[in-house]
């Protein structure tokens, strides 16, 4: 049977795939793709925490990450299509030159 462990060590995996994503890559796509992954190994932790007490707020918790995480996204891919169009690169060098 699956218990909350197993899915803790799913979470553990995500978000260190995720750390290590965001940490290394250049790319602001693959960067913003690795926050993704990192809030949804907390939303998969919410979500075993909250089926294993029997309790729905780890739930509803999740529902606001889950906004939280579509307003970063539009947010990002906005700035990244700036860059591009500006820069002619998503490179996260590039990035500096969008300061005042």
Do not use: C, P
């Not at 218990?3 to 795939?17: E, N």
């Amino acid at each position: 049977m699956i218990g909350l462990h197993h899915y803790l060590v799913v979470s553990a995996i995500l978000f260190s795939v995720g750390l290590v994503g965001m940490l290394t890559r250049r790319n602001i796509l693959m960067i913003l793709l690795s926050i993704e992954l990192i809030l949804n190994s907390a939303n998969l932790s919410f979500v075993a925490f909250s089926a294993f007490l029997g309790d729905l707020s780890g739930q509803a918790v999740v529902f606001f990450t889950m906004i939280v995480a579509a307003a970063e996204v539009a947010v990002g891919l906005s700035l990244v299509i700036l860059l591009y169009r500006r820069q002619h690169t998503t490179g996260v060098k590039a990035m500096e030159t969008l300061k005042w």
